[in-house]
């Protein structure tokens, strides 16, 4: 969707080879945590590895890198959807109704998430019959 390192060229690969190297390090690593320590949360089990201070220190930032990374999308999609679907509709009625469907999902568990699935599925095949 966004071009990205147009200038950089090989190095541009090179790059993105290199972080993806380095993701799959952390990934094996959180994956061998998971499996050692399958009922402990990862801020938990990081407080053992690397003591009580540092640990908490690490956790937290743990905790709000995940949570600056959930508002990001959060608002992304919010703003993707003014500019593509809802253009006349205020962002903040965007973001309330994504709230409560996000309230709505949480609340009644994954399956009403899947049966609202399958409702649009449904309109959605119906539509493009129609039209």
């Not at 993701?23 to 053992?48: H, M, N, S």
């Not at 309230?103 to 039209?131: D, H, N, P």
Request: hydrophobic share 60%; proline share 4%.
């Amino acid at each position: 969707m966004f071009p990205l390192n147009l200038d950089a060229k090989e190095a541009g690969w090179i790059s993105k080879l290199l972080g993806m190297a380095a993701a799959l390090i952390f990934y094996a690593v959180f994956c061998y945590i998971a499996r050692d320590k399958p009922r402990q949360p990862f801020t938990v089990v990081i407080e053992g590895i690397i003591g009580k201070v540092p640990g908490k220190i690490l956790a937290s930032l743990y905790t709000l890198f995940f949570i600056y990374q959930a508002s990001r999308q959060f608002n992304d999609f919010a703003l993707l959807m003014s500019v593509s679907v809802f253009d006349q509709t205020p962002i903040i009625m965007i973001h309330a109704m994504m709230v409560v469907a996000i309230g709505y999902v949480l609340a009644l568990g994954i399956v009403v998430l899947a049966r609202t699935g399958e409702i649009f599925y449904v309109v959605m095949m119906s539509m493009i019959v129609l039209s």
